[in-house]
């Protein structure tokens, strides 16, 4: 059978639903089976029947053989727990999910500066990535500007790379030479 690919959409439910569990534990009197059976089950009322047993079966599989969840067998006993591995995937996906929407131009930008350490590099990098993918305008190095309210986003996109302590983000008026910006983002004066 062909085991599902890590950006696979079932794959990546299935851990968000354990995952939002922390930890899910089947007691069996009856069979070592039967804790594995519930667990599937419970995973497709979850999902609705938009998935069949197999393609269940199969994200199971491939998220253990990828070191995502891990089982423990005891007593009678089934607990499936998400590793770390895990735990850092679901923020990596959580992180590309984050969007900031366009609203009404309240004649404010949002000023983001970062001066990220060596060590954290592959941090930087991923928030750099990431603001441009938000369409933030890059002005120089680790400064960029966006003219919609953002706060929450960024804070939780620093919180998930462990860079707050390093960046900061100022809201400011306009200011002479803006007018490049503004059109940029195609706002309304």
């Known amino acids: 059978m062909k085991l599902l690919k890590p950006t696979d959409s079932l794959s990546v439910k299935i851990l968000k639903i354990l995952g939002a569990s922390a930890l899910f534990t089947v007691v069996s009197i009856l069979s070592p089976a039967f804790p594995y059976a519930v667990l599937k089950a419970y995973l497709k009322h979850r999902l609705g029947n938009n998935y069949n047993n197999n393609q269940i079966h199969d994200s199971l599989k491939y998220l253990k053989r990828k070191k995502f969840i891990a089982y423990e067998f005891k007593q009678n006993k089934l607990k499936v727990i998400i590793t770390n591995f895990g735990q850092q995937y679901i923020k990596r996906v959580g992180l590309n999910e984050i969007t900031i929407k366009p609203t009404l131009w ?11 350490p060596e060590f954290k590099k592959t941090a930087r990098q991923t928030f750099r990535g990431k603001l441009k993918q938000l369409d933030f305008y890059h002005i120089q190095r680790s400064v960029f500007i966006l003219p919609f309210p953002c706060e929450s986003e960024i804070y939780e996109i620093a919180n998930i ?3 707050r302590p390093f960046m900061h983000l100022l809201t400011c008026d306009r200011f002479p030479g803006d007018a490049k ?7 309304k004066t």
Do not use: A, P, S, Y
Not at 181 to 187: A, D, G, M, R, Y
């Open 106 to 116: 309240d004649g404010r930008w949002r000023l983001l500066t970062f001066d990220i």
């Open 161 to 163: 790379l462990k860079i």
């Open 181 to 187: 910006l503004v059109k940029k983002f195609n706002l």
